[in-house]
Structures are given as C-alpha cells and as structure tokens.
C-alpha cells in the first residue's frame, strides 16, 4: 500500500477513536445527574442536583410605566417540569416604584415564573415598606396587578399599631390594604402603640 492509503486509514481510525471517545465520556458523565426531590412541600418542591443548582441567581424586569422588580437567591433550580418556574432559596427582592419608594421582600424560599413575574414566597417572609413591616408565612406577589397576598400567621408592625391577622392584601400603586381573618367569628387584633411624650 501506498502512503496515501495509510494516511486516509488512519484518519478513518482517529475519527473513529475520536466519536467512540465523546459517546462513552458523554453518556458516562450524563448518569451522574442524580436529582434528590424534596418532598415536604408538593407546591414548593426544590431539585437538588449538582449539575442543576445554580447559585447567586438574579432576574430583573421593568413594567411599561417604569416600575421595576429584581430578586434574587443564593442559589436555586429550574424546575425540570415547567422551566418557566425558577425555584430559590434564600431570597431577597427589591420593587421599585415609579413614584421613588421601594418595597424589600425577604424570605427563605420562592417560586418566580420567569413568563410573567408572579413570585410564591415560601418560610418566613418579611416584607418592608417605608416604615410599615408585615411577616408571614406566605407571600404572593403579582408584579404584573401590582397586588400583594400575604396569609398564614400575619403580624403587621409599624410606628403606631401592631395587627395580627390570617390575610392582608395590598394594593402597590394606590396602597390600599385589606386585611382579613379566614373565619368570620374571629377578630383581628390591634394593638396601638402611643407614645409617652409629645405626639
């Protein structure tokens, strides 16, 4: 045989070594995604998977009259059944209103849907604005109605009252709130805060 002929064989046999290489090292490495579900939570499920955790996570989004929504968590997933929904731990977010003020929201976890901005906090949520602060348990936020859901043990705090309740709605851009209790026979309790001094 002549040299040409060795040459075209062994490149036939570089390629060759070079697809069977890419095929065992890729299928090899894809069988080490091994995804843990956390199952306390069926609405809040968190996939933690070495390959699928991402951390320092941040989205930011804008509405048409200036407003602006960023949030942000330590780290987080996609959730491997809807990728639209972004699941994160350790959350902090921050509304901007066009009018100046700002409204933080903190909590331990949230679900963003990355189509339309609406965010489920989960775990120990706090919400502050200006000098108003509000706890719960859960949070709904729909950035696009400018409309905040807070329910499941609800404690309202500010410079002159103190109210703990089972709901309170918010109204972002003309600040009306609703507050509620889930049964009708029980009371919102309201504690007033007077200072001793001059008012």
Do not use: W
Not at 98 to 107: F, P, R, T, W
């Amino acid at each position: 045989m002549d040299r040409k002929t060795y040459l075209q064989i062994s490149i036939i046999f570089l390629i060759i070594f070079i697809m069977i290489y890419i095929y065992v090292d890729y299928f090899r490495n894809s069988n080490k995604n091994i995804v843990e579900v956390n199952e306390l939570d069926p609405k809040l499920n968190i996939v933690k998977g070495t390959e699928d955790l991402i951390t320092e996570m941040s989205y930011f989004s804008e509405d048409n009259k200036g407003n602006t929504y960023e949030i942000k968590s330590e780290y987080g997933v996609i959730n491997p059944d809807n990728s639209n929904l972004i699941l994160m731990d350790k959350v902090n977010a921050i509304i901007y209103l066009v009018d100046g003020e700002k409204i933080l929201i903190n909590s331990e976890k949230a679900q963003y849907n990355d189509n339309n901005n609406d965010t489920i906090f989960k775990g120990s949520v706090e919400m502050i604005y200006i000098d108003h602060k509000i706890n719960s348990e859960n949070m709904d936020l729909s950035f696009n109605d400018k409309t905040v859901i807070l329910y499941d043990n609800v404690r309202y705090n500010s410079s002159i009252s103190n109210i703990t309740a089972d709901r309170i709605f918010v109204d972002l851009l003309n600040k009306n709130t609703k507050i509620q209790m889930n049964d009708d026979n029980s009371n919102i309790l309201v504690r007033s805060i007077i200072n001793s001094g001059n008012n």
